[in-house]
Every structure is written in structure tokens, then in C-alpha cells.
């Protein structure tokens, strides 16, 4: 079966990477929490010397990071820190159509693979896997499309899109976010399958996603093929039904034979949550996993907007958010990465929200803005050390 092979292959590039890192066993014993205060200083800069990919690497798992362009390219710091961290790169804008300052489809008959192909680079040259995100989603359009696609056309186009960018990536890439957010922000309402408006759904109907799989799968029968989603995480009325819907679709496309390989948790997550309820999220990962798929968590950072002004408070529960996600999730088997939407305070697109309260730098990530390890990063080494083997 393509999935098995796949599978093995992926395995034995994790395994791969074990043996490069040549990893170390250390052990951390104390809570995130612990480590807000400026007594834990001395103890943090020890326990970083073992990076958070040769922790994950030990495991059989893979911990990576999204970046952009721009930032790794200006910032030798962030590179450094991005290359000790991590094992596997995603470009946060440079694979989208059009995203900032990112434009990769230019006009209707242009690519324009600078940017991406840098980065690509990059994860070559530092011997990072590479992951594309996202070749279907119905935002970061370029401004082109409105006025150039339609139903007679988007088939095409699509094909196209997915054919290009699959190809020439093809051996250099691990894995590809096909299809991103499909079911609806509140899957209740609006269509019964939940499926999200889109310019895709509105030309090519509800097959659009197994039609993407196809054409990705046909491009590079070697890629690790995942379908990404948001709101999976809590327990309340929204992210259950949300979970519902996710599951039914992957499940019909199982039932169709689309060759999908994995799902993609984005976990934006919320440091003032306080329905997160483990044993939910981890039936739905078993759910997940039943019907023979992998799952990656590909977006994750807490959100601390919402956290008291102090900072220390912030970051300790910060931490306590993700150690108590992550050791979740690692329970189950059928994970197999962590990768963190950006790496570093200064580098967050949380810091795009307008809601943001002014004067006040959001800490959603294992680094600060200096590149320094937070008790986050503490929290996610020991939610790695705690993981079962895969
Ligand atoms: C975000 C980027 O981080 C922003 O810089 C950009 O302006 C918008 O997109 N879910 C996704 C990601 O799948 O592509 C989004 O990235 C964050 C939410």
C-alpha cells in the first residue's frame, strides 16, 4: 500500500536523523512554572544543552518551526537558533499564493520561486526536512483571482498550481499541507458537511479536496500528504462539533481512497483557556489515528493576550499550557511532530492582531525576542523527554 511504503520511508528518515544527532538522554525534572523567576537562570542554560530536536529525534518524533523569508535571512541569530532547535522548516508565507510580502504567484501565468526556493535551501544546507504550506486554502489569494478564475477554469488552474509547486519541490520536501481550514470556523451552521466557503468550493464542488489529494499525490508519490485545521482543541460546542466535522471528512475521504497520509492540528492555543480537557483530545486523536493516519501538530503557539499584564506570570502559564498539550498529545502513538508557528517572540504573527494591547509584546513562543529560552521551551523539552518512544 502507498501508505505503508510512505510511512516506512518516513520512519526511516526519523530514524536517520537519530542517529546524525547522536542524541543525548538528559533529563529535566523540574515544572515550567517553576521558572519564572530570575533564580532560574543558571539551571535554563544547562538544560538547553540539549536541543529540542535531539530530544524529539530520541523519541522517533520530529520538532520544527515556521519561519519567513525575511527574518531568517536578516537575522543570523534566529537562524542559529532555528538550526540548533529544530529539524524540519516550514515557510510561514513564501509556499502561499500571496502572502505579505511574499508573492510567489505574481499574475495568472507567473511563479515566482525566489523566496521559497531560499528557504529550501536553507533546510538543505542545514539538513532540516521541509514542509509546504499551503497549496489550497481559500485566503492568501493574490489579487488576481477574483477577476481570473471560474468554474470553467479552476480545475486548471488548480492543477496547475499543485503541479508546479509538487514537482519542484519533488525530493527535497517531507511533507505537504494540501488542503488548510476546508470545515467552517463554526461547522453548525451553514452546510450540513461543514465545509468552509471557498472559491474552490463554490467552482469545483465538495471534491475539490479529494481532487487536490490526487494531483498532489500524482506530483510526488513520495511526500507526506496532510489535510490542516484550527479550533480541535478544547471542550466546549464550537471545537466539538468542529472535531465531528473534521473527522467525517477525513473519514469519506479514506472511504474514497484519497491518498491523504496525515492531519495537521494547527493548536493556536489559548494561555486564559480553561476548557482544555485532556482525555477529549486525546479520544479524538485515537478516532484520528483509527482510520490509519499520522497526525502532526503544525501551527502551535499560546496566545497570551488574554494573561495578566506581569510577565512572569504570563510566561508561567504560558509553559503550563504547553506542557499540558504536548504531553497530551504525545501520548498518542500516531504523532509524529511538533512543529511551533514561528520560534521566537519577535517573530509572531500573533503580533499582527489588532486586538493587541499596545506597549505590550506578546510571548507566545520558546524563544523571547532575544533568541532566549523561556520556560516554554523548558515546558516543551519536558513534555519531549516524557514522551513514549515511537
Ligand atoms: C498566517 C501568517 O502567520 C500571517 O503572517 C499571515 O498574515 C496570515 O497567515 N493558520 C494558518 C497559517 O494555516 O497559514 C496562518 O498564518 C495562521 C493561521
Given at each position: 500500500m502507498v501508505d505503508d511504503s510512505l510511512l516506512t520511508r518516513r520512519r526511516v528518515m526519523n530514524l536517520g536523523f537519530r542517529t546524525m544527532l547522536g542524541v543525548a538522554g538528559a533529563s529535566i525534572a523540574r515544572r515550567?512554572?517553576?521558572?519564572?523567576?530570575?533564580?532560574s537562570k543558571p539551571d535554563r542554560v544547562a538544560s538547553g544543552q540539549v536541543s529540542l530536536k535531539q530530544r524529539a529525534a530520541s523519541k522517533g518524533l520530529i520538532f520544527g518551526a515556521a519561519s519567513r523569508y525575511q527574518d531568517l535571512r536578516s537575522n543570523p541569530n534566529l537562524a542559529a537558533a532555528l538550526v540548533k532547535d529544530c529539524a524540519l522548516l516550514v515557510p510561514e508565507w513564501e509556499?502561499?499564493?500571496?502572502?505579505g510580502s511574499a508573492l510567489?504567484?505574481?499574475?495568472?501565468?507567473d511563479f515566482d520561486f525566489r523566496k521559497a526556493d531560499w528557504m529550501a535551501n536553507f533546510a538543505q544546507t542545514h539538513q532540516l526536512l521541509f514542509q509546504g504550506?499551503?497549496?489550497?486554502?481559500?485566503?492568501?489569494?493574490?489579487?488576481?483571482f477574483a477577476k481570473t478564475v471560474h468554474a470553467q477554469n479552476a480545475e486548471q488552474i488548480l492543477s496547475q498550481h499543485i503541479q508546479r509547486l509538487v514537482q519542484h519541490y519533488r525530493g527535497r520536501i517531507?511533507?505537504?499541507?494540501?488542503?488548510?481550514?476546508?470545515?467552517?470556523?463554526?461547522?453548525?451552521?451553514?452546510?450540513s458537511d461543514g465545509l468552509q466557503e471557498s472559491p474552490w468550493l463554490a467552482f469545483l464542488g465538495p471534491e475539490y479536496l479529494d481532487l487536490s489529494f490526487r494531483m498532489a499525490a500524482q506530483a510526488d508519490p513520495r511526500a507526506l500528504l496532510f489535510y490542516n485545521d484550527y479550533?480541535?482543541?478544547?471542550?466546549?460546542p464550537l471545537d466539538e462539533s468542529k472535531r465531528r466535522a473534521v473527522l467525517k471528512l477525513l473519514e469519506r475521504l479514506k472511504a474514497q481512497g484519497t491518498p491523504i497520509h496525515a492531519l495537521g492540528i494547527q493548536?493556536?492555543?489559548?494561555?486564559?483557556?480553561?476548557?482544555?480537557?485532556p482525555r477529549k483530545l486525546r479520544e479524538f486523536l485515537r478516532e484520528v489515528a483509527g482510520l490509519g493516519l499520522k497526525i502532526m501538530i503544525t501551527e502551535l503557539d499560546v496566545n497570551d493576550?488574554?494573561?495578566?499584564?506581569?510577565e512572569n506570570t504570563r510566561d508561567a502559564r504560558v509553559a503550563d499550557v504547553y506542557e499540558a498539550y504536548l504531553t497530551t498529545v504525545l501520548d498518542?502513538?500516531?504523532?509524529?511532530s511538533v512543529i511551533t508557528?514561528?520560534?521566537?517572540?519577535?517573530?509572531?504573527?500573533?503580533?499582527?492582531?489588532?486586538s493587541r494591547i499596545q506597549g505590550r509584546d506578546v510571548r507566545?513562543?520558546?524563544?523571547?525576542?532575544?533568541?532566549q529560552a523561556k520556560p516554554a521551551w523548558r515546558a516543551i523539552a519536558q513534555a519531549l523527554d516524557q514522551a513514549p518512544h515511537r
Open positions: 515550567p512554572g517553576q521558572f519564572h523567576s530570575s533564580a509556499l502561499k499564493w500571496s502572502a510567489l504567484r505574481p499574475s495568472p501565468d504550506h499551503t497549496l489550497v486554502w481559500h485566503l492568501s489569494l493574490p489579487h488576481w517531507h511533507s505537504w499541507c494540501v488542503v488548510n481550514e476546508a470545515i467552517a470556523y463554526d461547522p453548525r451552521q451553514g452546510r479550533g480541535l482543541d478544547y471542550d466546549n493548536a493556536h492555543l489559548r494561555g486564559e483557556a480553561t476548557d482544555f480537557n493576550l488574554r494573561l495578566p499584564a506581569n498518542e502513538p500516531a504523532v509524529i508557528w514561528g520560534l521566537s517572540d519577535r517573530y509572531t504573527y500573533l503580533a499582527e492582531d489588532l507566545p513562543l520558546p524563544l523571547d525576542r532575544n533568541l
